[in-house]
């Protein structure tokens, strides 16, 4: 008769296999809901960054060459003037720590000097679509 006892109590107190399998599927649902509700963020997070590159460290590195230049580079001289001394005495570089880096989608920033206007520049990135004159380029 004891043994009898014992036996429904464990019964009693174990998880059945109905029970474990409905816990599985909320879990689940939940991990799915969270992921879905996530994965636009690491997108905004990107472009984030990008915006961040572009108006804040490459920008300041820009005028940083230019006060000691007297210029911006030129579109052929592009970024890496700021990185690799071009042969100007007054170069005081390299302006960004650490080189160039590519931009969150694994391409580089595109630089260009507006012939017209020495004075300003296009800095962007290509975007998610890793491809330039599109929609989805980043631009400060």
């Given amino acids: 008769m004891k043994q009898h006892r014992k036996t429904l109590r464990l019964r009693d107190a174990a998880f059945t296999l109905i029970e474990m399998l409905l816990v599985i599927v909320i879990i689940g649902v939940l991990a799915g809901a969270v992921t879905v509700s996530l994965s636009g963020r690491s997108q905004e997070a990107r472009i984030t960054r990008a915006k ?3 108006g804040g460290s490459l920008s300041l590195a820009l005028d940083l060459f230019e006060g000691d230049i007297g210029r911006y580079p030129t579109s052929d001289e592009g970024l890496q ?9 007054n170069w005081r570089g390299p302006y960004v720590k650490g080189g160039l880096k590519n931009d969150p989608w694994g391409t580089p920033y595109a630089y260009g000097r507006d012939t017209d206007h020495p004075d300003r520049y296009t800095l962007r990135s290509a975007g998610p679509d890793r491809q ?3 929609d989805d ?3 400060e």
């Fill in 137 to 139: 380029d980043v631009t």
């Fill in 81 to 89: 003037a700021l990185v690799n001394d071009p042969g100007f005495p």
């Fill in 52 to 54: 961040t590159d572009i």
């Fill in 132 to 134: 330039l004159g599109t």
